[in-house]
């Protein structure tokens, strides 16, 4: 009886230790999403970019481009608003790197309904930070990626949320831990509204802050679920890595 029980032990951490992201499928206040599941531990990175300045704008071609070096894209997601060109609307920092500004006043769209927010990842932790906070704080991020509007807010849903707006949409986007160890990327299955979306991240998912990324053309690569949408190229893109097995 203890043999089996170590070896179901052994068993039991080795997928825990190697499972970079979970993903499933839930549904909340009547709307299905597919949510995935990482922890700070994992390779994450963005990706704009390749080696000839052009952007990359699908799973694809991140997937041919980490190939070189031995390694794979096991998520994605596209994380941030972007111009005709695929330049990003706001702040977009890749590996140390400032690709564009920060953007801190208010603007259409989407985008410019602040607060807006910051996906800011670092080697230790990873963190949605409201704007104006993170320019008081100056956060030491790897890579960054500004969008909005930011969904949940210390707890707090954004305050131009309205329970019965009828502005519905595919939405995408990504909430964090007080402790920036917990991250869960999430995408609807059918339209929502952002209080609807907003919702997910707090009294659902349980998470302090949470930014939204984009609607519409949201898309998502989870291979381990069958995931790898089609659609128009993309602008930034957020992806976990691993070594090709």
């Given at each position: 009886m203890t043999h089996h029980w170590a070896l179901a032990a052994l068993l039991c951490l080795c997928a825990t230790t190697t499972a970079a992201v979970t993903c499933r499928d839930i549904d909340f206040d009547k709307t299905p999403y597919t949510i995935c599941e990482a922890t700070a531990a994992e390779d994450i990175r963005l990706f704009l970019y390749?080696?000839?300045?052009?952007?990359?704008?699908?799973?694809?071609?991140?997937?041919?481009?980490?190939?070189?070096?031995?390694?794979?894209?096991?998520?994605?997601m596209n994380a941030g608003m972007y111009h005709d060109n695929r330049a990003p609307v706001?702040?977009?920092?890749?590996?140390?790197?400032?690709?564009?500004?920060?953007?801190?006043?208010?603007?259409?769209?989407?985008?410019g309904l602040v607060p807006n927010g910051?996906?800011?990842?670092?080697?230790?932790?990873?963190?949605?930070?409201?704007?104006?906070?993170?320019?008081?704080?100056t956060m030491p991020c790897t890579y960054a990626t500004q969008s909005g509007p930011m969904?949940?807010?210390?707890?707090?849903?954004?305050?131009?949320?309205?329970?019965?707006?009828?502005?519905?949409?595919?939405?995408?986007?990504?909430?964090?831990?007080?402790?920036?160890?917990?991250?869960?990327?999430?995408?609807?299955r059918g339209?929502?509204?952002?209080?609807?979306?907003g919702r997910l991240f707090r009294d659902y998912l349980k998470l302090p802050n949470a930014?939204?990324?984009?609607?519409?053309?949201?898309?998502?690569?989870?291979?381990?679920?069958?995931?790898?949408?089609?659609g128009v190229r993309m602008g930034p893109i957020v992806g976990i890595v691993a070594p090709q097995s």
């Amino acid at each position: 009886m203890t043999h089996h029980w170590a070896l179901a032990a052994l068993l039991c951490l080795c997928a825990t230790t190697t499972a970079a992201v979970t993903c499933r499928d839930i549904d909340f206040d009547k709307t299905p999403y597919t949510i995935c599941e990482a922890t700070a531990a994992e390779d994450i990175r963005l990706f704009l970019y390749n080696k000839n300045g052009m952007p990359l704008g699908h799973f694809g071609n991140v997937n041919a481009q980490l190939a070189a070096t031995d390694e794979t894209l096991v998520f994605g997601m596209n994380a941030g608003m972007y111009h005709d060109n695929r330049a990003p609307v706001g702040l977009y920092l890749d590996n140390g790197t400032w690709e564009m500004r920060l953007v801190t006043s208010a603007g259409p769209g989407n985008f410019g309904l602040v607060p807006n927010g910051v996906f800011c990842i670092r080697d230790t932790r990873s963190d949605v930070i409201e704007t104006l906070r993170f320019t008081r704080e100056t956060m030491p991020c790897t890579y960054a990626t500004q969008s909005g509007p930011m969904l949940v807010i210390d707890g707090r849903l954004h305050p131009r949320f309205l329970p019965k707006s009828t502005s519905r949409y595919i939405r995408n986007g990504v909430g964090t831990s007080t402790d920036g160890q917990r991250l869960v990327f999430a995408i609807s299955r059918g339209p929502v509204n952002f209080h609807s979306f907003g919702r997910l991240f707090r009294d659902y998912l349980k998470l302090p802050n949470a930014l939204y990324f984009d609607g519409n053309i949201s898309r998502l690569y989870a291979p381990d679920i069958g995931r790898s949408d089609p659609g128009v190229r993309m602008g930034p893109i957020v992806g976990i890595v691993a070594p090709q097995s």
